[in-house]
């Protein structure tokens, strides 16, 4: 009688590491408020206002919504780039030399 060797079960799988952590840096906790929303840290930027785009830019670029965050940029069917500021005014944008 010819024996034949089964294959281990670990036998053609790759072996998955274990990482232990040291690699990755400690983060700060993320403080939430009563309804479970992150807040603001205390010396962070203050967040960007949302604007209403003028009628006069939602004219001249129509793929601009109604409101946006002031400062935000979007991208056009041309591929211009086009920044809204904090007026809801917006103006193509070149990157400055």
């Known amino acids: 009688m010819i024996k034949t060797r089964s294959p281990r079960p670990s036998q053609g799988r790759r072996r998955q590491r274990k990482h232990h952590g040291h690699h990755a840096e400690a983060r700060p906790a993320i403080t939430l408020n009563e309804e479970g929303f992150p807040t603001a840290l205390p010396d962070g930027p203050p967040p960007s206002p949302v604007v209403t785009v003028s009628a ?16 935000s940029f979007w991208r056009g069917p041309a591929h211009e780039r086009i920044r809204v500021d904090e007026t809801g005014t917006a103006r193509p944008w070149r990157r400055p030399a």
Not at 56 to 70: M, Q
Request: glycine fraction near 6%.
């Open 56 to 71: 006069e830019s939602r004219a001249k670029y129509p793929f601009l919504p109604a409101r946006v965050i002031a400062g």
